[in-house]
């Protein structure tokens, strides 16, 4: 498995078959000025897309016929199994900004664990329905998100090994969303290696931040 961070909350997930996950495709038209990245505009089989927003559905630039799962529940694609469970995109049940989904994959032995625009703390009951996670790719800018704060709690309540921020600001996004290193600065053992992929062969036995690159800016 390949896992590519196109930017902000976008990544491709490329299994050993070759089968392409997308998560969250965005559209840099969206939002004004303010997101600056280069759409993702290679093939993808399934899109997975944690909720409406210009930032995290836009499909009109996958190639292919990917199948698209935007809802909650349980499905089977191909030999990976996918699960969509729905959580808040803020602190007041949805109130302000709707509800999100979480996806977890298991895909070739491992789980791996999108947060979406996780906007609170997991329940019990959430983190029982995800369970053993590997890998998760979690929100860490705060203001449309969980903060860097939140986020230190949730990746060590689902004790995740492998931790991937996303959702920051950066030179091509200027959302009032903070920097990658809030989140970094808070951690013991962060990776940055300034690299935009990365192949997970083996889970290290303590969590450790993954600092990946955004492969589609503007050069």
Sequence with gaps: ??????????FLVTAKNGAKILFDPYDPEGYGDSLKYVPYCGEADAVCVSHSHPDHRCLKFVQGNPTVFDKPGSYTFG???IKGIETDHDENGGAQRGKSIVFVLEIEGMTLVHLGDLGRKLTPAELKEIGRTDIVLVPVGGYFTI???TAEEVVADLGAKVIIPMHFSTPWCSFPIGPVEDFTNRILNVVRLGVTRFEPTDIPASPSVLVLEPSHVLK
Excluded: T
């Design 1 to 10: 498995m390949e896992i590519l961070y196109i930017a902000h909350s976008s």
């Design 79 to 81: 030999d990976i199994k």
């Design 147 to 149: 903060d860097a704060a």
